[in-house]
């Protein structure tokens, strides 16, 4: 049974930073597709950043590219997401998220992954 437990979320200011965990078990290939998504009030879930476990090879959705940046720490099983010069339009629920086999080359839809972690809440204050 694979799970995914996040943690990290929290309230910041307007360009302040976050990291973001999300902790995998119950899996043990080496290949998959992991990634960040996010959810905010009354809008569809979308793709943040995606990472290819076969090459660490990363994408990201043009509204974070330069402030966001995902890894993985192959020893602990753990993705990363470090989210700098935080902006209000960043408030949601961030949601990690794994796939195996799945090679992903770019960010996405939300139907591409079947495991889920439960959400963790970051705030951005203008």
């Known amino acids: 049974q694979v799970q995914l437990v996040e943690s990290g979320g929290g309230s910041v200011q307007a360009g302040g930073s976050l990291r973001l965990s999300c902790v995998v078990f119950?899996?043990?290939?080496?290949?998959?597709?992991m990634g960040w998504f996010r959810q905010a009030p009354g809008k569809e879930r979308e793709g943040v950043a995606t990472?290819?476990?076969?090459?660490?090879?990363?994408y990201y959705t043009d509204s974070v590219k330069g402030r966001f940046t995902i890894s993985r720490d192959r020893s602990s099983n753990t993705l990363y997401l470090q989210m700098n010069s935080l902006k209000p339009e960043d408030t949601a629920i961030y949601y990690c998220?794994?796939?195996?086999?799945?090679?992903?080359?770019?960010?996405?839809?939300?139907?591409?992954?079947?495991?889920w972690g439960q959400g963790t809440q970051v705030t951005v204050s203008s």
């Open positions: 998220a794994a796939e195996p086999y799945f090679v992903c080359a770019a960010v996405p839809g939300r139907g591409a992954f079947r495991f």
């Open positions: 119950g899996y043990s290939s080496s290949r998959y597709c």
């Open positions: 990472i290819y476990t076969g090459g660490d090879n990363t």
